[in-house]
């Protein structure tokens, strides 16, 4: 009877971990494909990497290793996690953590006068001046863009990924 229910108890456990690492499995494709279709306004001709990083706890575990090496619009993917913002000088993608959403007025406008692509899942991220928040509607991951942020910051939202967003702000 002991080992019935420690094999229905590791069942329940490995199907909601396979869960939440399908979750994020999600966001990084989804990670990936926006730096596809984003183009930053001052050519980054002076950078060989195109380097995305995360800011605070990293959620993705080592899905996100997949990305590393990756190539996107000519450049190889390079993965960075920054200790503290004056570290992530050298991002042009910046995914922040959950636990740093009491310093987001100042992550935004730090990212934004250095033309980085936010990306985050607090909630009201692009209402806050993010440039691109994941939703969920349910059990489906999507996206929401603020494109008024994203050209402010120097960013062009290619058309396409504009028609996928759940919400556009303008």
Request: aromatic share 8%; with cysteine.
């Amino acid at each position: 009877m002991k080992f019935l229910v420690a094999s229905l108890l590791c069942a329940v456990v490995g199907a909601s971990s396979a869960s939440v690492r399908s979750e994020y499995e999600v966001k990084a494709a989804f990670l990936y494909n926006f730096t596809r279709f984003i183009t930053w306004a001052d050519p980054l001709s002076d950078v060989p990497d195109l380097k995305i990083c995360v800011l605070g706890q990293d959620p993705f575990g080592d899905v996100l290793q997949q990305l590393d090496g990756r190539v996107s619009q000519g450049r190889p993917l390079a993965l960075g996690y920054p200790e503290s913002l004056s570290d992530s000088d050298d991002c042009q993608v910046l995914f922040v953590g959950s636990a740093r959403s009491r310093d987001l007025p100042a992550i935004i406008g730090y990212a934004h006068d250095r033309q980085m692509l936010t990306i985050s899942e607090i909630p009201d991220f692009v209402e806050d001046g993010g440039i691109i928040g994941y939703v969920k509607e349910g059990n489906v991951i999507r996206f929401e863009i603020n494109l008024k942020a994203a050209q402010s910051a120097g960013l062009h939202v290619n058309s396409r990924l504009l028609e996928l967003a759940v919400r556009v702000i303008r």
